[in-house]
């Protein structure tokens, strides 16, 4: 094979030199006849040949030609132009603008691009280089506030951290509702590693994050990306796709000579948010200010007059530095091209200890193997490794907010080299964090490969035979240990006496194939196109987790240094396997009626045999009314769509082996077998979703300003989810088919370019969404439902009740009376905790919006996006943890005395003269005002706004002229991009956009439950892209 | 390249056609498997009953004053709202036991072994009387029924007559000759009696004495059957149901050991303080010292042994050298490590769900109340002397001159005529210290506290003493039952618990049905 491409290579070099005598260099330059503004990156290619070139930023080119060859100009939305070359030497053109400038193409499913214009669903795409230009290493994170309706949620700012994609709000009480995440028409995996894998289940990811695995993707390499939200789109896609899928197609390698680029990008980030903690009031307990700071309370006296201060948090978050490194070298003829890209990155987090490193290789051929066959494949290897730390209950974050101002936190080790402590008790306070960071190692490898190759055949010019085949196989890694001084290892009823070595392997294979027939051909003005095919997907997914305590040499991280007896191992082996057999036809008339229908059948392995194949249909109508003869006249109405759809999707169980009963290996006394706590369902069914969808697009003055709205509801029944039992049942869950969920909202898209003249243009894109679910009924007609996972801190969790959304919170309140007075204990005059959960708060915004700005000047491009959301509650669990500590600026009046507004309960609450609060504290003496009498509903803080500036980059290309002469440098570029550089908000705490889980958490996850993690850090990158 | 595509399409056809159902028949776990044997199942279920109790002793221990230092509200007979604290017995009879003794009876039907089936249906027995014992009305009749969420609670009397269905089964099955349950199958899995069907069979006479034993307050209580049960039941400590302890990883050590850690804050009482030196036997404290003392409790450091008083956490310093020992023997709450410990409190101490001792004392309390003092008398001295030798077993043996002394001595009433209801009821008290938590609660219900029953018996009076308040909510009455599990039936079955009075503040005050006349 490798001779074969270097014979082919060298062929079409000879051919070259050929054809070089009787050629000479055409020059010139190409504008747009709207604005007289020049086209950089339009096409200049000589017809019928596989030379091409590009206009550079400058609109220029040059191009090699004979005066018989045909120059064929050419740009998106402009309508192409051809032009004999005769005897010019240099060329000038003006294109004009496309009127079906809005008849962009679609890559829809199984990579089927088509006419935006036929297309009855939302489909919103945006361009790679806007979301590499963020750079980000992670691309999720760079759609935030790009994509409207899609919400991304990083679980924390560290390097290699897990991002969450919900798309519409989503719809799983307790089950998955991330998207398919598809590149270059095959499936790849986006599983985040879950706790769950773990001996002992891990701290069911509260505690430690593993990345998502989409994040693997280069985003320097994808050239545009789908977010196909509609029923339609995801029904070709099957139950993997009932979520919402991200279609991304990564660039493929251009015909012409060879090209070599490379980009650089270097980042500095900072944290400049913490939570604010109180400098007044020093340690110790009723108000009596332990000297020694022997504690990390903060109920002491004031500290005194002169002392010593330390800023021992901004002492430990340091500056994160990152360097990124991108080559791309590609070229070939029209008959075999190739393209090899390959970028390391290699950053360190603000938090010491925490990096993360990646080597990324790619390499993409296209082929056209003969009139009728092309071929494409493409091999992407992935190698990296995270450095992390702890989030959550005993992280950094925590324990540096709650180290005495007045001690020196870098101090950790005692003249001994052991672990220094405030209180003396290993297992009475949080580790410091120089010394955790160091001794508690936490990281993970990620080794993956990714190949994909499909081959299109075309027997007849109607008529498209396709196959396409991926595998993406990858072995992960990780260990996370806990010193045997640490915290975790000394604390009350720990399982980590000794210390502890948690590690894992785990390795996905997932293979996907697809065969697709497709046939187009006109027939007047009837257009049809029909697609007939079938997919089969196999997800293999094995774990071996380890688990031991009591290391023999202390700080030594491995197995083979655990005690033997307390080794324990845990074996996960899931198969998971989907047959689907699908068809689409798109009847299009005249260019303004489109109707399609979807039909699909899936058949899965998930489901009991018995009930383990479900079709489900779709309709979609496009209606292009400025196709229309009078309104086709109107000059100010450039593109009017108005479209429909329903369609309902089916979704088998996302876990396997759920239908029998499982039986877990017991480590008690004589060992054998005992029930899962999750019983066996062989009745399992699939569940359904209906999905209505109406929209409509409109574009005015010549494109200058368009919109897109959608309005849609989806309505999810008999939803596969997992609810508590009563132990009557023999168990304590059960995967059922229960539960109605109903989610309604709207998207809207505005674009618009205000201004756009020679020198400079201005233009705006915007979305907005807003999405409400809301529960018609509960699994099993139970009251309320919670995921056990989010119950993380005190007394909040994500709960739902019938009516609530699936983002609901619920929380213990304090007690009230008819009219809503408190309830006072008259012993002691505190509020009392009314010791039930009740609904409280709704982490879904009431709207959210995105708005990005681009002007370019001459050679200068200013873009920056603005993240906006109104509404929404965040439980601010960091607070709430500061605030039991008399740490929280919250408790600095302590020293006033009060009288809890309120009644006793004392009988005569409810009646018309019920005893007033007399009882005075000040909870200065009575700390327990703080530390016990809290409020846990009160930390849930209500409706949270943002105005966050997610980035902003400035980019200077040099003008072309500067490299005419130049025979090494072709293009060169410089930029500075800034990420997350300023959040407004109302929010009390570091950052409102949180998830107290991981990405691996099931239903809405962790979201909105800000628990000790480290916000988004402060970034600003700079860096050149140079072309060769 | 066509060729391909034709390939690649007759591929596509073959899978979804014909081949399609085998492919996609991958659906059982490689890992983990979904059917076992009998034998496997078994030895876990003894680990699940221990657990169930031991887990609930946290809070009954504290009621009854096995257990003292004011932990937690157990001492005020009190509950936790939203809290699965005190439903561990809840769990083991219906997850930690049920479902999997139902999968034994289904996969020993179809093999004819009948002592695994008469084993599950033993247990079953079991789990129904502590748990109505435990918690009065339970769910019996729609109990694993998989076809409904909301499952109604069933009166005490019903479940009482279910244990006595399921125990005579159980021996039914027991007896059998036939079929295929043979020793060697049974045997290495049966982690307690090793497959001798006699001692299970003795077992199920236990519990049937046990049942027969609470109804002192109903018209049908007969106490000739009672003494019948007995006969058949453990006949001497060879016979004792004790769950074995490994006691090496926090997973297979006792609960109750200083490697789990679960019993650091608790103190011993002065209940248990006064019944081993004399104090509430004779009247005179220190009139006569039980050679059990000082294997079971601990002496301060100068040298007096004290117990805290009812919801009282130890008054003593280390200073004044009077702080009370913890349950593992050592003062200031603190662990002494794995390994270490007393008496039931160690890591690798088996956990008795029956004794001999306490067999006896229900057929001494039978014969009392039959009037056959002779009877009674023998049975009693029978519950002191296997008490002694089980006590003896877990500590430094004790002298057989020390326990013939004691036997001789005032705290042991010499002849059948002295005999008195609480001599019997105080011993059976000491000798079920630290396991016979349910039964030891069963006893002090019956007789209300230390009230009395309403033929005026009142054994308890003068030595149980109720805390000085009652939990906030108790409205000043003593615990009766306690509620089911939280997050089994107050989240998930609530509808079905309100009708029983079960969304109360006082619910658990509510007397049960044996205590009721």
């Known amino acids: ?1028 | 390249m066509k060729k391909l595509n034709i390939l690649c399409a007759v591929f596509a056809l073959v899978i979804v056609s014909s081949g399609c159902k085998k492919y996609l028949d991958v659906n059982t776990d490689p890992a983990t498997p979904q059917t076992v044997n009998s034998k496997t199942l078994t030895p876990p279920l003894f680990a699940q009953m221990e657990r169930g109790v031991q887990f609930d002793a946290r809070y009954l221990g504290g009621l009854i004053q096995y257990f003292g230092g004011a932990v937690n509200v157990g001492e005020q007979h009190g509950w936790i709202a939203a809290s699965d604290a005190m439903g561990e017995i809840w769990r083991t009879n219906y997850f930690g036991l049920g479902a999997n003794l139902n999968l034994i009876i289904e996969d020993s039907q179809a093999k004819q072994e009948y002592n695994y089936i008469g084993m599950a249906q033993a247990l079953k027995a079991w789990g129904w009387q502590i748990t109505t014992d435990y918690h009065g009305d339970i769910i019996l009749k729609e109990a694993y029924d998989l076809n409904r969420y909301v499952y109604d609670y069933d009166s005490q009397q019903d479940v009482y007559a279910e244990v006595v269905r399921l125990a005579n089964e159980s021996i039914a099955n027991f007896t059998r000759t036939d079929g295929n349950g043979t020793v060697v199958k049974f045997g290495p899995a049966d982690l307690v009696y090793q497959g001798d069907n006699a001692k299970w069979i003795k077992f199920n006479y236990g519990i049937l004495a046990r049942n027969a034993n609470n109804l002192i307050n109903k018209a049908s209580y007969n106490p000739a059957k009672v003494i019948e049960y007995v006969d058949k039941s453990l006949s001497g400590n060879g016979d004792n149901f004790i769950v074995p302890n490994t006691g090496t990883t926090a997973s297979n050590a006792n609960f109750f050991g200083p490697l789990r850690a679960n019993l650091n804050a608790y103190r011993q009482t002065r209940i248990i303080v006064g019944l081993l030196d004399g104090s509430y036997f004779t009247g005179t404290s220190g009139a006569v010292i039980d050679p059990r003392r000082n294997n079971m409790i601990t002496v301060s450091a100068d040298g007096v042994f004290r117990g805290t008083a009812p919801y009282s956490s130890d008054p003593g310093t280390a200073v004044n050298k009077n702080q009370i020992p913890n349950m593992y023997g050592v003062l200031g709450g603190a662990n002494p490590g794995p390994n270490q410990g007393k008496y039931l409190y160690r890591d690798n101490a088996g956990f008795p769900i029956m004794t001999y001792a306490e067999m006896q004392f229900i057929k001494a309390e039978a014969a009392f109340r039959m009037g056959n003092l002779q009877l009674a008398h023998t049975a009693y001295l029978n519950g002191i002397g296997a008490s002694i030798d089980f006590v003896s077993a877990l500590g430094t043996a004790i002298p057989s001159v020390d326990r013939s002394a004691y036997l001789a001595s005032a705290s042991v009433k010499q002849t059948p005529a002295l005999l008195t209801l609480k001599d019997i009821m105080l011993q059976k008290y000491l000798a079920l210290y630290g396991y016979g938590f349910v039964e030891t609660w069963c006893d002090l219900r019956k007789y209300n506290y230390n009230v009395g029953d309403a033929a005026g018996n009142n054994p308890y009076a003068g030595t149980y003493f109720f805390p000085t308040t009652f939990f906030a909510d108790n409205g000043g009455k003593p615990a009766q039952r306690y509620r089911p599990r939280f997050n089994s039936e107050y989240v998930w079955n609530l509808e079905a618990l309100k009708k029983i009075g079960g969304d109360k503040v006082d619910y658990h005050t509510y007397k049960i049905w044996f205590s009721q006349p």
Request: glycine share 10%; no cysteine.
């Open chain 1, 1 to 1028: 094979m490798k001779k074969k491409l270097l014979l082919i290579a060298l062929g079409s070099f000879l051919l070259l030199a050929n054809v070089f005598a009787q050629q000479k260099v055409i020059s010139g330059k190409v504008t747009s006849s709207e604005d007289g503004m020049i086209i950089p990156g339009a096409s200049v290619k000589i017809k019928g040949s596989s030379l091409a070139v590009q206009t550079n930023t400058s609109g220029l080119y040059s191009i090699l030609a004979k005066s018989t060859d045909v120059l064929v100009f050419s740009y998106i939305g402009m309508t192409p132009h051809e032009q004999v070359v005769g005897s010019n030497t240099s060329i000038n053109v003006v294109l004009k603008p496309n009127s079906e400038a809005l008849n962009e193409v679609v890559v829809t499913a199984f990579g089927i691009p088509r006419d935006k214009k036929s297309i009855g669903y939302s489909a919103q795409t945006l361009k790679g280089s806007e979301i590499a230009d963020t750079q980000r290493d992670n691309f999720l994170n760079a759609l935030q506030g790009r994509v409207a309706g899609a919400t991304i949620t990083p679980t924390t700012g560290a390097p290699g951290a897990s991002a969450t994609m919900i798309i519409r709000g989503g719809v799983s009480l307790d089950g998955d509702n991330s998207p398919l995440f598809v590149v270059d028409g095959m499936p790849i995996s986006n599983r985040t590693f879950s706790d769950y894998n773990l001996v002992g289940q891990g701290s069911f990811n509260r505690q430690t994050d593993y990345g998502n695995k989409a994040m693997d993707i280069n985003p320097e390499e994808i050239e545009t990306i789908t977010i196909l939200k509609g029923p339609e789109a995801s029904a070709l896609y099957g139950t993997e796709g009932a979520s919402g899928a991200v279609v991304i197609t990564t660039k493929r390698a251009k015909a012409g000579t060879t090209r070599v680029s490379y980009s650089n990008s270097f980042r500095v980030t900072n944290t400049y948010r913490y939570p604010e903690v109180q400098t007044v009031y020093a340690g110790g307990t009723g108000g009596i200010f332990d000297e020694e700071q022997r504690t990390r309370t903060f109920f002491g006296s004031k500290y005194p007059e002169g002392k010593q201060m330390y800023d021992n948090i901004g002492n430990f978050y340091k500056t994160g530095f990152a360097q990124k490194h991108n080559t791309v070298v590609e070229g070939g003829t029209d008959k075999l091209s190739m393209r090899t890209a390959l970028s390391y990155n290699n950053e360190t987090g603000v938090v010491p200890g925490t990096g993360f490193r990646s080597l990324n290789g790619k390499i993409t051929a296209t082929s056209k193997i003969s009139e009728k066959i092309n071929m494409n494949a493409s091999l992407n290897m992935i190698s990296s490794k995270t450095d992390k730390t702890y989030k959550g209950v005993s992280s950094p974050m925590l324990s540096a907010l709650s180290w005495p101002l007045t001690d020196d936190m870098r101090n950790y080790l005692t003249p001994l080299g052991e672990r220094r402590t405030v209180t003396g008790s290993l297992g009475g306070e949080l580790d410091n964090p120089y010394w955790g960071v160091n001794r508690n190692p936490n990281w993970d490898k990620n080794n993956r490969v990714l190949a994909n190759v499909n081959v299109e055949y075309k027997p007849l010019d109607w008529l498209s035979l396709k196959g396409m085949a991926g595998a993406d196989i990858y072995a992960q890694s990780g260990l996370s240990a806990y010193d045997v001084q640490s915290y975790e290892a000394n604390k009350a009823n720990t399982t980590n006496a000794g210390g502890s070595l948690n590690t894992y392997n785990a390795n996905e294979r997932l293979i996907t194939g697809t065969f697709l027939a497709t046939a187009k051909k006109d027939f007047g003005k009837f257009k049809p196109l029909v697609t007939l095919g079938t997919d089969i997907r196999d997800d293999s997914y094995q774990v071996n987790a380890q688990f031991g305590t009591r290391y023999y040499q202390p700080n030594f991280f491995s197995m083979n240094n655990i005690d033997p007896t307390t080794q324990r191992v845990a074996y996960t082996d899931e198969l998971k396997r989907k047959v689907g057999v699908f068809g689409s036809a798109n009847l299009g008339y005249d260019e303004f009626l489109y109707l399609n229908m979807t039909g699909r059948l899936d058949l899965t392995s998930t489901l009991p045999q018995k009930n383990y194949s479900f079709f489900y249909p779709s309709v979609s109508l496009s209606f292009v009314f400025s196709e229309l003869k009078p309104l086709k006249e109107l000059s100010w109405l450039s593109f009017g769509k108005l479209r429909s759809s329903i369609g309902l999707s089916g979704k088998d169980a996302r876990v396997a082996y759920i239908t029998k009963n499982k039986l877990i290996a017991q480590q008690t006394t004589g060992g054998g077998y005992a029930l899962d706590a999750t019983m066996g369902n062989p009745n399992l069914e699939a569940e359904f979703s209906t999905q209505s969808e109406v929209g409509l697009e409109m574009a005015f003055f010549k494109n200058r300003l368009s919109f897109d709205f959608s309005l849609y509801q989806s309505l999810s029944d008999k939803q596969i989810t997992a609810p508590r039992l009563s132990y009557a049942s023999g168990s304590v869950l059960q995967y059922i088919n229960s539960g109605k969920i109903r989610s309604r909202g709207f998207e809207l898209l505005v674009k618009g370019s205000p201004v756009r003249n020679k020198n400079f243009s201005w233009d705006i894109s915007a979305n907005a969404a807003r999405n409400r679910g809301k529960i018609l009924s509960l699994p099993a007609g139970q009251d309320v439902f919670y995921v056990s996972d989010t119950w993380l801190f005190d007394n909040v969790r994500a709960q739902y009740s019938k009516g609530s959304s699936i983002s609901a919170f619920a929380s213990y309140d304090f007690y009230r009376n008819d009219k809503g007075q408190l309830l006072i204990n008259p012993i002691n005059g505190m509020p009392i905790r009314d010791l039930t959960f009740r609904q409280f708060g709704d982490r879904a915004p009431d709207i959210s919006v995105g708005l990005t700005n681009s002007f370019t000047y001459k050679n200068f491009n200013l873009s920056f996006l603005l993240d906006m959301r109104k509404g929404g509650d965040i439980y601010n669990a960091t607070e709430l943890y500061l605030y039991t500590r008399g740490l929280s600026k919250l408790s600095l009046d302590r020293e006033v005395p009060r009288i809890i507004e309120g009644v006793f309960r004392d009988g005569l609450e409810n009646t018309a003269n019920p005893t007033k609060n007399n009882v005075v504290v000040i909870p200065y003496v009575t700390t327990a005002y703080y530390s016990t009498y809290f409020n846990s509903a009160d930390f849930i803080e209500r409706d949270v706004n943002w105005i966050r500036l997610k980035d902003i980059t400035l980019a200077y290309a040099f003008p072309n002229k500067a490299f005419a002469n130049n025979k090494t440098f072709k293009s060169l570029s410089l930029f500075v991009t800034g990420t997350d550089l300023l959040l407004i908000t109302n929010y009390k705490g570091v950052d409102p956009s949180v998830n107290g889980l991981s990405a691996a958490a099931g239903g809405l996850g962790g979201t909105g439950i800000d628990f000790g993690s480290v916000g988004l850090p402060r970034g600003l990158n700079f860096g050149l892209k140079v072309g060769f």
